[in-house]
Every structure is written in C-alpha cells, then in structure tokens.
C-alpha cells in the first residue's frame, strides 16, 4: 500500500477546516469571537445529543426519538419550575431541582427506550420511531398547544447559563467540551467504550467472550439519555420556552453529525471527536449561508445535503479487496 | 327476541312521535339534528395552537347553546392523516356540513370536493384548495394585507434611509404572498431591506438567523419578524448582543404576550400586525349559522389585518388563549 494523506480519517477535518476559510473569505464578520462563539454555543446542543448518539451507533443501534424528547424535557423542566416557585422561591435551588429532574427524566427516557430494545427485543428503529411520537404529543399536550414559559423571575436567573461564562467562552461551550473530551476517553480508554465497539462488529463473538451485550446496549441508551437531558438544561434559559416545534429534526441532525464524523452507521466503530467535527460542520454551513449572500435561502438545504455527502465520501469505507 | 322487542320500541316510538308532530311540526322543522365536521392542523406552534383553542371555545359554546347540533373536531398532523378523517366523517358520522382547514392544498382538494359531491355544506378556512369552486363558503386572512400594513409601517414610522432585515417563515404561497406586499409597500421609498432569510416562523430558528444578521450588519433599524413566535427569538437575539436601542421589531398575528408589551408601550415593540387565529370561529359560527337560519352564508369572507398599536392593543389581548 502507498503511503498518502489518509481522507479516512482526516476528511471531516479537511472539510472543517475549509469551511472556516471559505467563510473568512466571504465575511470578515465571520471570524469575529462574537460570531464564532454564538456558532459554538449553537452547536451545544446538538453537539451533546450527537456524542451520546456516537455511542448507541457505535453498538449498532439507531435512536431517532432524542429530537422530541428534548421538547419534552424542557417542557416537563419548566413545568417542575413553574410549580415549584411559589414554594421554594425564585432562587437558584429552585432552577437546580429543575436541572435534576431534566436530568433524571433524560436517564428514565434513555431507559425506557434501552429497556424495550433490550428486553424486549423490539428493532431500535421502531421503538424510538414509537417514542418520537409519544414525546411530541407529550409536549404539546403539556402545553395545551401553545407554548409552555418559565417564570419571569425565574428566567431572569437562569438566563446567563446560556449567555454567559469565560468571556467569549460561554457555559454551553464549556460544557460541549468537557462532554466531548469525556466521551472520547470513554470510547477510547475503558472497557465500556471497548465492549460498545466490540458488540457493534460483532455482538456473537462479543457475548461468547463475555460481555453482557444487552446490558451495555442498555447504558448506551441511559447514556445518550442523560446527554439529552443536559442539553435541555443548556436550551431552556435561551427562551425559556419549549411547545411542540421545539427540537424538531434534532435526531436527524445528530445522526449526520455523528455519520459525518467517521462514525459507521452499521455501527463497531465509533469516533467522537469525529463527531465534533461533524456538527461543527453542520451549523458552520447555516452560519456562512446566513452571513453570505452566495446562493437563494431556497437552497440552503441543498448546500448542507452536498457537504454531508462529500463529507462522508471524502473518508468511505475502503472494500475488503482493496485492504 | 330483544330485537323483536326493540322493533316493538321503535313502532310504538315512531306512533309516539306522529301524535306529537303534528303539533311540534313547526319546531322540529328547525331543530333538526345537524352534524358538523371540523378538520384542522394540529397544534404544531403558537399559531396552530392558538388556532385549535378558539376551535374549541367555539364549538363549546354553540353546542351548549344549540342541543341539536353536534360537532366532530379532528386535528391531524398531517395531509394523509386529514384525508383519511374527512373519510371518516363522510362515511360514520354522517355530517351534514365540514369545516376545512386544508394541510396541505394539493391532497386535500379531491376529498373535500367528493364532501361537497355528497351534497354538503363545505367551508373552507385558510388555505385554498388546488381547485376553484368546490367550497361553498371561503373564510381566510388577508396574506396580502398581512405584509402590506406592516411594510406601509415602516415606510411612514422610519427614519429616512431605515434599513429593515425580514425573517420569512416556511417557505409557500402563503410565505410569498405577505412577503411580496411588503417588498411592494417599501418600493420607491428610502427605506432599505438590507436581507432575508428563513426563520421557518420556529423561535430557535429566527434566534439564530437574527444572531447571524447581528454579526453580519453593524446597522439595522428594523426587524420585520413576520410571526410573534420568531420575534420571541429575535427579541432575545437582540438582548444578547446588547443592542436593544437601536431597532424596532415588528411581529404579525398578535401572540399575547406580545399584544401586552405593545399595551405597555414597549419602545422596542411599537406596533403588531393581525393574523387571528380566531378566523376558524368565525368559520365555524357562519357553517353553524347556514343550518341555524335563512341568513345567506355562501360566498368569500377575508378577514382583514389589522394594525395593533398601543391605543387599541386592548381589543387584540386574550389572556387565556394558548397564543
């Protein structure tokens, strides 16, 4: 085999770091730390939902559920505070009694769905096909329709959550990046992020040399739960609000991300920091198309559905004869 | 045996009720048991949600008031699943008459016009179907005046010079036609439109747009929002970068939480557009009304928009609607 610059791995990377030249060309706007780090606090939420989803593909399963579930959790989360106001007060151990029931309710989410697809046995695409829907209906349900809001006072609080932290650095962005940090070390150095690739090659050889295949299924999808469940705690204070367009196509977006990240979609390998990549890509394209007037608002999707492809094309798979 | 019994009930009814009608004759002619189907959108965001709590209140009310007409309300998620409803409602439930607020034009035209093949009275809210004709009543919003009292707005209230950023929903007709009005009242002005993007009238998506606007021109006087839920992000964009004293947003449809901050004078939020969702009451009462009265009730009923300022914001404030 020649020696050469290896698209395997590095392709999402090239393509990241062409897009941050193309949009310093078209803008100078786009370099600014204020526009960089709205991009990155932007990215948050995804970006915590696609490094849980890094690990359920990873061990070949598929949740398409996360999107309405946030809605959900930040639906439920404003409920738990708006109720708790009047008695514990519009204080700090009020919002942070909503942060664990947003992380709890992310932890029985993930369960449910794990537990299902687990015990029972049921394709993991229909199960989270099925919750997509129950948690949509929830939320709107919870909020009657319109629009489910935190409490002014509350709000007023809560706010610099999202808004503020190091500077230009801001909490959502710090918190993206100890989660990503974490998650590579998870996947790279212990024996749970082994068994989870282990069972995505090959989940008979996995349980034949004695990993416990369906409970580490099981904690992948705990795990993208809770996941969810913190990035709900980062997306309430931005409008303090959640109905039922809330986190709409979340699920689709975090799987690109994941895919573009060198993920296989087929799952027993799994890349988080490709995954980072990947959704910095993703919400990098919206930026420079919102920055630049290159192309009718009319194709934008078109622009995003073309760099996922080259994305993905730039490091495919090499065939068994080529190796 | 009980169905010879119950053939016995129904004779001794029916000879029951002809001793009685002939003196009833005249009452039983107008209380006659009408049925009438209601099909909308299910509440998806603030305005359909809005939308669905007025449809409610509605036929709350004028099923308590009149005993002998029935409603059927069916919300559906999508084209297919509202298809399939007005099936049902021709084919169990025997209406009389059909309230329609079609998803989606194209796929909903043929269903309704085999409603209106079996004789029924057939009102049609919002969107028009694919054919000319078929409706026997036609209740809408005026799209139209929808983008050109907000565009006129701008055109009187600016500073000479103003530039304006529009946030337009979802792209469809309904998206060109209000933007087009506006584009036409601006013309010939000194009032610039400096861009336009989609903010798909979803609050995460204008925040976001907005942020990008905000990075991207060091000078904006206005913001067209085009929708109350999108100015909640574009509101809380602004506030992020700190520039709240250098624009004027103007929203459309009349959220309530809005109407209230145009009530008290809000300097950021000087006027609002009309867009009401109680359309589908006043759709709702002339279909009952056709049935109810000789009062003619064929024809095209456009609803104008109206501006809300702070003088008359009261008229527009519903504080217990969803929206």
Redesign the interface.
Known sequence: MTRRIDFHLLGPLVALIGLFILGALLNPAFLAPANLSNVLARSAFIGLIAVGMTFVITQGGLDLSVGSMAAFLAGAMIMVMNWLAPITGENWSTILIGMAAALLGGVLAGWVNGALVTKARIEAFIVTLGTMGIFRSLVTWLADGGTLSLDSGLRGLYRPVYFSGIGWITWPIIVFAAVAILGEWLMRHTRFGRHVEAIGSNDRVARYSAVDVERVRLQTYVLLGALVGLATILYVPRLGSASGSTGVLWELEAIAAVIIGGTALKGGRGRVWGTVVGVLILSLIDNILNLADIVSPYLNGAIQGIIIVLAVVLQREKRPAEV | MIRRNLLKLTVAAAALSMAAGQALAQDAAAAEPVVIGVSIP?????F???L??HAQQTIDRLGAANPNVTFVLATAGDAAKQVADIEDMLATRDIDGLVVLPFESEPLTDPVKQVKAAGKFVTVVDRGLAEEGIEDLYVAGDNTAFGRVAGEYFRDNLKAGGKIVVL?GI?TTLDNERVEAFQAALEGSDKQIL????GNW???DA???M???L??YPEIDAVWAADD?MA??VL?AIA??GREDEMVVVGGAGMK?IVKRIMDKDPQLPVNVTYPPALISSAIEMTALHFMSDAPMAGRYIIGSQLITPENAERYYFPD???
């Open positions: 299910s509440a998806t965001h603030g359909m949600g809005g669905n709590w337009r792209p861009d336009m993007q989609h979803n609050r995460d925040f976001n747009v942020q990008d606007y990075a991207k839920d909640v992000g809380e992020q970068a939480e609607s969803p929206f």
